[in-house]
């Protein structure tokens, strides 16, 4: 079992950055890919970036390519996404996940993940 705690979410104005970070419990934590999604309002949830285990391969939407960083302390059972030029679009409700997975096509879908936290809001104004 994993649990994931969400934090660093906040307002900031377009241009800005925040970096979010997700800490793990358990033991097993460096074993595991981990992911972060996002849900607008009225939106369905979306792949944002996804960190592999190990070798830490680094996935993106093209969204938030060359703007969001995700990283991962093992040390610290931590991943963290950089945001960098947010932009309004960009707010949404931040999720962390785990998968047990390191395969590609499943660490961009919601249902490769085996454990999810319980969100961070993040508001982008104009």
């Known amino acids: 079992q994993v649990q994931l705690v969400e934090s660093g979410g906040g307002l900031v104005q377009a241009g800005g950055s925040l970096r979010l970070s997700c800490a793990a419990s358990g033991r097993t934590f460096s074993s595991y890919a981990m992911g972060w999604f996002r849900q607008a309002p009225g939106k369905e949830r979306e792949f944002v970036a996804a960190i592999s285990s190990s070798v830490r391969i680094t996935y993106y939407a093209d969204s938030v390519k060359g703007r969001f960083t995700i990283s991962r302390d093992n040390a610290k059972n931590t991943v963290y996404l950089q945001m960098n030029s947010l932009k309004p679009e960009d707010t949404a409700v931040y999720f962390c996940?785990?998968?047990?997975?390191?395969?590609?096509?499943?660490?961009?879908?919601?249902?490769?993940?085996?454990?999810w936290g319980q969100g961070t809001q993040v508001a982008v104004s104009s």
């Open positions: 996940a785990a998968a047990r997975t390191q395969v590609h096509t499943m660490l961009v879908k919601q249902r490769g993940y085996d454990y």
